[in-house]
Structure formats: C-alpha cells, structure tokens
C-alpha cells in the first residue's frame, strides 16, 4: 500500500524520525516539515562546541541535503503546520496548502520559556542555531553577562561566557544550581566548579526587571532583593515548554506534552509523537515522563517509526543526558525525582571531577553520574535495571568492577 507518512518538526528526532522509516521498508510517501531555514541538525552544540566556537554548525546537521533527495523525502524547511486534522488525516500548511497522511509523526520540540518580567524581551534564548549565533557574538566583546537560571543550558552558558573572557553571575530562585537535577550534594560541586572559574552566583533570588537604555541595550538588572546588577547581557535559561498546540488543536490529549503510549502512540491511533514533546508511558518507571534530552530525539523515532508502520515495538530506554562544563564532562541515566533518593553513594577522586554518583533508594541504585569515567554509563543501566539490593560498600569500592557488581546481582 502506497501510504503516506508526515513528520512534522526539523529537529533531530523529526530526522531520524524519516531515517528509521526509510530503514524499515517504508516505501510511500515521507515528508518532512520543519519551521528553521536550516537543515535539521541536532541541538547540544549550540550550547555547548559551537557556542564555544569549537566546532562549525555542519557538524550539527544530522543528514546532508543530498540524503534526503537520496532516500524520497520531501523536505520542506522553512514551512510551518498551522493545522492539524487528525480525524479527517489533513495537514495545513500556513501558506494554506494542505498534505493528506495515512500517519503522523510529530516531533514539534520545546520553546524556551520567555523572562515574564519588564524590560524580559531583552534576555537572549538560546535554542536554534540563529540564538546561538547571536549569543556567541555578543560574548565575543567580553560583557558583563547575567545568567537567569541554573539549569543545564543556564551553566553551560555561564561556562561558555567565561571561555569568552565575560565576567559572569548567576542568577537563581532556588539554593543551589542543577539541585532539581542532582540533589544538593551534587549541586554544590557543580557550584564549586563554576565559583572556581570566576562565576558568581546569586541565589534565592529572582530577577525582577531588566533594565534598558533608550536603544534597547541592557544596562541593569534588578532582583527581587532590591539589588541592582550592571550589565550588558542577560541570558535567561529558565526551562523549556513543550511546543503542543498543533496537537491540542487536533483535539489529541496533552497535558504537559503529547500524551503517548510506550509504542509512541497518541490518543488518535495514527499519531505518533517523540522527542521533547512526548509525554511518554515508560514501562520499566511506570509512569508517563517527558525528558528535554538528546537521547529520546535520537532513539525515540525507530519505535514510532516501526509502530508507525504496524510493528509491534515500545520504548523503555532510561533516561539520559550529558553535559560538558570547563573540564568536567559527565553522563547520567537514571530517572531521579527531587527527594526520590535517600543515599548518595560517591566512588572514586570527586575533587578531581573523576567519580561516579550512585542515587540510591531503599538499597536500589534509581539513577548514576559518572563523570570522567569511560564506559561507566552500561554498567550503571545495568544496575538501576536490575532493581537488585546493593551493598554500598561494593559500589565505593574502585577495586571492584561495576561490571563485577551487576553480573553477580543477575544484572
């Protein structure tokens, strides 16, 4: 049957979202729409080698242009969906032509969430190619930066503002950076590794104007404390929102973010979401989670795909993310609440930012960081799967091989 297959968003998942079909037999139709005027391409450099200017933005780019006349998709760049019709199976496009699918796949993405206070539309985002383009120009000239938010994207602009030769503070709400992330042990070390590199952090605070000149150039920015910071660029790295109205609009279930099975699967059966717009039902968690990371971009779309296409498959990869900041590079998996933990199990040189962190609950390992370690991650995986009992003691121990450890726990 000659079946036609949408995908509607140009990031990494909507690209690997057409790769996976091609791969497994789809022969009909494949068109990709996708809002940017750029090839899609995947998004951690932009806070991270291309901000820094280490690597060029080709690198990012997941397929060149050719791969895709190469393999019959209909890449459309530049093209936003305004409409979706999920029972009558239409897309309308905003010049007001439409598309007919048999399937959809929507890989619609996050927006940034905007600073919601006066003088806000003067912070600088930071989530396509073009934000990054404008961030790393305006860190070329070495301002004074302030950094709203100390999440991953907040720290890793505040460690790519520092490379530039900016003097940079930190601005956040709560006590310490990343703690919604890694707990408050964790997050003091990374507040450590920053403070060691010059940046200031001012916490329990949250901005409450931005000051401007009579050209629109930031000049100041005021906390809720009273305090008046000088300034020349202010960044504001307070979260993403999923991009769900086209879904909403199409009557789909949407909470915070496309409500999905653990196929991938909508509320309407021939809708499909991935990516960070996906509220996924994770089987082994056992509960929906949607998760702002590279992996569910790059590995969610070979199971929508092959469901797409009639074939039994669910996804259940652990959560996963990495980040690079001065010279720690660290990799966790696991899914970690904010107080889903009762024991923090540290193994190897924490100072020397070579060390793994094992979050543990009721003797369970439930997520693990390893940073500067190679080849840690699998083994982590392996033990936060096996739901297994295990001594502290041995996961201290850098004697003892991780490996060692899951295989006798059966792992």
Known sequence: ?????????????????????????????????????????????????????????DAAVVHPE?????????????THVRALDAAAHLATLDDGSTIRFDAAVLATGAAPRHLEVPGGDAALLLRTRADSDRLRSVLSDGPRVVVVGSGWIGLEVAAAAVAAGCTVTVVERGALPVEH????????LFASLHRDHGVSFLVRREVTEIVTDGDQHVVAVRLSDGRVLEADVVVAGIGVQPR???????????TEGVVVDDHLRSSHPDVYAVGDVALAYHPFLGRHLRVEHW??????PAVAAASALGMDRHYDRLPYFFSDQFEMS??????????????????????????????????????????????????????????????????????????DIAARLGA
């Not at 992996?295 to 969610?300: T, V």
């Open 1 to 57: 049957m000659d079946r036609t297959v949408l995908v509607i968003g140009g990031g990494l998942a909507g690209a690997r979202t057409v790769e996976a079909l091609r791969g497994l037999g789809h022969e009909g139709r494949l068109v990709l729409v996708g809002d940017e005027d750029e090839l899609p391409y995947e998004r951690p450099p932009l806070s991270k080698d291309y901000l820094h200017g280490r690597t060029a933005f």
């Open 66 to 78: 050719r791969w895709y006349d190469d393999h019959g998709v209909d890449l459309r760049t530049a």
């Open 181 to 188: 992330a890694v707990g408050p042990e964790l997050g003091g």
């Open 244 to 254: 769900q109205s086209l879904a909403a609009g199409a009557g789909l279930t949407v």
């Open 295 to 300: 992996a569910n971009a790059e590995h969610q």
């Open 330 to 403: 660290m990799e966790l998996t696991g899914f970690l609440e904010p107080g889903g933990y009762d024991d923090l199990v540290l193994r190897g040189d924490v100072p020397g930012l070579t060390f793994c962190a094992f979050w543990m609950r009721h003797g369970h390992v439930v997520a693990g960081m390893a940073s500067g370690v190679q080849g840690a991650v699998p083994q982590i995986d392996r033990l936060v799967r096996s739901r297994a009992v295990v001594d502290p003691d041995a996961l201290r121990d850098e004697g003892t091989p991780l490996s």
